[in-house]
């Protein structure tokens, strides 16, 4: 008998792509499991989860015709992820067995661990102990953990004293469909899961802190109570983790902008609006003018635009409709005002005010460009995400044919700061996605532009296939900070799509008006991310030509406090202070380091008689008869070599 007689057409068989392009064919109704289990039996039995394209769902998810399906093994990142959204389980459960009835909201796994929150819960960070070790109780339970799929109708009863679950159950599923519960033990969750197989599966988990956090984000919402952890495979893992938390909280931007006075956000001047003191602002001032240098070497012209428009502009630009509700937005008289977002479009109504021929190309404009965003104010956080930033913006306005060197001269400065300020780099190519504006000539001539500057520079790079904007492909670069931390970094982008709406154009050699291709850039993007980055980077001790202060002349007593003018005067081209106040030298010595001043030049007698100086780093490296102007030309070389490498007393 053959299988065709044996088996009803209407069962079919449905093919799934694999990661490496290779197709796989099943039975209609295959689980990912099932299909792992196809591939071998070894992936099956290792098999803790799926990706269907690109959404992580449980091992019993049935997979789908031309789906793109990813096995998720242990030790991968994503297995990770399925082991903590399971501890955030544990979590809800051991707060539900140790509280009287706590309303449960979401608890979802981060990039570095999990949350979840409560409403009707009244702890604080001394319960976290306990309730933690109730969590270890569960995992050492080993319970298994169930999935199950039951109506709406059955869950609703299920989650009858649940308010926000039942919120969730009736944006989840319509009547007559089914949803998905996990158990374990007693304890029960509406959740579409992965999860791992039993709590013992969970490795060594840990509660960090606890926040306020409003239901859904929306400030209009009720407070809730959100208990942060995290959780490893092993002890080891979470330990090394620790640690690493715990040296990026000494170099946390907030506590160190305080200690050093260099920024402060306030209640009475607003949420996410960063005041600069004069010691951020001078080191502000230095990155752009190092910007600035770059930006008039490379033949961009500076404009200014102000910080508000009327709206007609965001209509014209499209940032009305699409970003209406990130935008502050208020009536003056008849007319309608946003402040804004983004400097593009002023700088397009600009370029779009004269006539250009195709000899004029490329225009070139920078401006360091205040934008405000309404971010959602449970977000705002230090300088890393705020309402007011300044980007150090760069438009440039290119002939199609043009892009490419365009663009070989922006990757070139963007690498050119990233190496200055030591910090590794990679890069990505983001391609056409399947929804864009622009016609076929004209991507492909932009594509094969961008892969032809990335090689040309012989530039490592991944394509990210269908990633670009809907409006024109990017080169996006990511940057590694001093701990090993990951930050997105400066994106070069290509833009079809302005110069449509603002009807630019530039009349070629043949005569006839064409199109220019926008190119949007910064070198650094924000500045207050950028500088926030920074502060953590250096953990505040700033290469010298960035210090507030460089040089602070400590006099070892009051005698000496006329030399130590003097020989501050010898160092006037520096950011030099006398530190005069009446106190012992030692005392003066750990001001300055705690002040991370570059260098301290130390006047007592000694050194007034021979007249020369004994000069100490922040590092506590200290060097004796130092000649005055030895020193001095060390320091304009240390201060214009910019990078960090020469410390006179490191050479
Ligand atoms: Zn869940
Ligand atoms: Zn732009």
């Not at 502050?328 to 400097?343: A, Q, S, Y």
């Not at 990633?467 to 990951?486: C, L, M, S, V, W």
């Not at 290509?494 to 009807?503: H, I, K, S, V």
């Not at 010298?544 to 006329?562: K, M, Y």
Request: hydrophobic share 35%; glycine share 8%.
């Amino acid at each position: 008998m053959s299988e065709s007689e044996s088996e009803p057409e209407s069962a079919g068989q449905i093919t799934v792509v694999l990661p490496d392009g290779s197709e796989l064919e099943v039975d209609a109704g295959a689980t990912v499991e099932d299909c792992a289990y196809e591939i071998g039996p070894g992936l099956g039995r290792d098999t803790v989860a799926g990706k269907l394209d690109g959404d992580l769902v449980a091992k019993e998810e049935p997979a789908y015709d031309d789906a793109a399906l990813e096995i998720i093994t242990e030790g991968s990142d994503e297995s990770l992820r399925v082991m903590r959204h399971s501890a955030a389980h544990c979590l809800a459960q051991a707060v539900e067995r140790l509280y009287d009835e706590p309303k449960l909201a979401i608890g979802p796994p981060t990039d570095d661990g999990f949350y979840y929150d409560f409403d009707d819960l009244d702890v604080d960070e001394s319960d976290l102990a306990e309730i933690e070790s109730e969590m270890e109780a569960i995992v050492d339970a080993d319970y298994e953990i169930e999935r199950e799929e039951v109506s709406v109708e059955e869950a609703e009863e299920r989650l009858a004293d649940q308010p926000y679950k039942l919120e969730l159950l009736s944006e989840l599923a319509e009547e007559g469909e089914q949803v998905t519960f996990y158990s374990q033990g007693e304890w029960e969750d509406l959740c579409a899961g992965p999860h791992v197989e039993s709590t013992g599966e969970i490795g060594a988990v840990k509660l960090l802190e606890i926040a306020g956090a409003y239901w859904r984000g929306d400030e209009e919402n009720p407070m809730q109570t959100r208990i942060y952890g995290t959780a490893f495979e092993d002890e080891s893992d979470l330990e090394a983790y620790l640690q690493r938390l715990e040296e990026a909280e000494e170099r946390d931007h907030r506590k160190i902008g305080n200690e050093m006075n260099l920024f402060s956000i306030q209640d009475v001047t607003g949420p996410g609006l960063p005041l600069y003191h004069p010691p951020g602002k001078t080191i502000l001032r230095e990155l752009e003018s190092f910007v600035e240098d770059l930006n008039e070497d490379a033949g961009y012209d500076y404009v200014e635009t102000p910080h508000v428009f009327k709206t007609d502009l965001w209509h014209r630009s499209g940032h009305y409709e699409n970003y209406e509700d990130d935008m502050f937005i208020f009536d003056v008289g008849d007319d309608e005002f946003g402040l804004k977002p983004m400097n593009c479009p002023g700088h397009a109504a600009i370029f779009q005010d004269q006539s250009w021929s195709y000899r004029d190309m490329p225009i070139r404009y920078a401006e360091n460009g205040k934008v405000y965003r309404k971010e959602q104010r449970g977000e705002l956080s230090g300088l890393s995400r705020v309402w007011a930033f300044t980007i150090d913006d760069g438009h440039l306005f290119v002939e199609p044919e043009g892009i490419e060197h365009e663009v070989e001269t922006v990757i070139d400065m963007i690498t050119d700061v990233l190496e200055t300020f030591d910090l590794e780099y990679e890069m990505a190519l983001a391609t056409r996605p399947e929804k864009s504006v622009g016609s076929d000539e004209i991507w492909e001539k932009a594509q094969s532009q961008l892969r032809s500057v990335l090689e040309h520079r012989n530039l490592e790079y991944d394509v990210e296939e269908g990633d670009g904007a809907f409006y024109g492909p990017k080169i996006d670069f990511a940057f590694e900070d001093a701990i090993g931390r990951h930050w997105d970094g400066p994106t070069v982008q290509l833009d079809f799509n302005m110069p449509e709406r603002f009807d630019l154009s530039y009349v070629g050699e043949d005569n006839e008006e064409h199109r220019p291709v926008m190119i949007h850039r910064a070198l650094y993007g924000s500045y207050e991310r950028f500088f926030m980055m920074l502060i953590e980077h250096y953990e505040g001790n700033f290469p010298l030509w960035l210090a507030p202060e460089q040089v602070r002349v400590l006099p070892i007593s009051d005698s000496n406090l006329g030399y130590a003018h003097r020989v501050a005067n010898e160092f006037d081209e520096f950011r030099v202070e006398v530190d005069d106040r009446d106190s012992t030298l030692e005392r003066k010595i750990r001001a300055a380091h705690d002040d991370r001043v570059p260098y301290q030049i130390i006047v007592g007698d000694n050194e007034e008689e021979d007249g020369n100086i004994s000069v100490r780093d922040r590092f506590e490296d200290q060097e004796y008869d130092v000649d005055i102007d030895a020193f001095r030309a060390h320091l304009e070389g240390e201060r214009d070599e910019k990078r960090t490498e020469p410390d006179f007393l490191r050479d």
